[in-house]
């Protein structure tokens, strides 16, 4: 049976990271639980699984992932000058988490465990109007190329 590719330890791989260098962490979009105090990061994968072409399929699959993180916080603007220019928190934080996946020590962990960062989006904002009197929020996406390493172990007759 062949298994397929574990998003879970992969999460799993980054928030450890990212707890390591920044402090924080990421929950699932859709967590259900205790309500996160503020400010928290939210992850979403967006597309799970990219094509990029061709692969082996024997031994292992290459592809392409596409997460967002975004950054949730309960005020509009921490500061004046955050007021002045029209930035809020979430920004703040989401542009600080965004870095965090450029720099270069980051980006060659993510490459030796096996996911290279290919590509980080700029933050944008992503308050959902519903939430928008209770929090605000930012984000910003990242598209990872994933080596799926894999045996087949379903026997095969030979004549």
């Given at each position: 049976?062949?298994q397929?590719?574990n998003y879970?330890?992969?999460?799993?791989?980054?928030?450890?990271?990212?707890?390591?260098?920044?402090?924080?962490?990421?929950?699932?979009?859709?967590?259900?639980?205790?309500?996160?105090?503020?400010?928290?990061?939210?992850?979403?994968?967006?597309?799970?699984?990219?094509?990029?072409?061709?692969?082996?399929n024997?031994n292992a699959?290459?592809?392409?992932m596409?997460?967002?993180?975004?950054?949730?916080?309960s005020?509009?603007?921490t500061?004046?000058?955050?007021?002045?220019?029209?930035?809020?928190?979430?920004?703040?934080l989401?542009?600080?988490?965004?870095?965090f996946?450029?720099?270069?020590?980051i980006?060659?962990?993510?490459?030796?465990?096996?996911f290279?960062?290919?590509?980080?989006?700029?933050v944008?904002?992503?308050?959902?109007?519903?939430?928008?009197?209770?929090?605000?929020?930012?984000?910003?996406?990242?598209?990872?190329?994933?080596k799926?390493?894999?045996?087949?172990?379903k026997?095969?007759?030979?004549?």
């Open positions: 049976m062949i397929a590719f879970n330890d992969l999460m799993a791989k980054i928030n450890d990271k990212m707890n390591e260098k920044m402090g924080c962490s990421a929950i699932s979009q859709g967590s259900q639980g205790e309500a996160q105090e503020y400010p928290f990061f939210t992850y979403e994968i967006i597309n799970a699984h990219i094509g990029i072409g061709a692969t082996d024997v699959e290459v592809f392409e596409l997460i967002e993180f975004d950054a949730h916080v005020d509009v603007a500061t004046d000058d955050d007021i002045f220019t029209g930035s809020t928190g979430a920004a703040t989401a542009n600080n988490l965004r870095k996946f450029t720099v270069s020590d980006k060659n962990w993510a490459f030796l465990n096996n290279p960062i290919v590509d980080v989006s700029d944008t904002d992503t308050t959902n109007i519903i939430s928008m009197q209770v929090e605000r929020s930012a984000g910003f996406q990242i598209r990872l190329r994933i799926d390493d894999f045996h087949e172990t026997e095969f007759i030979n004549n």
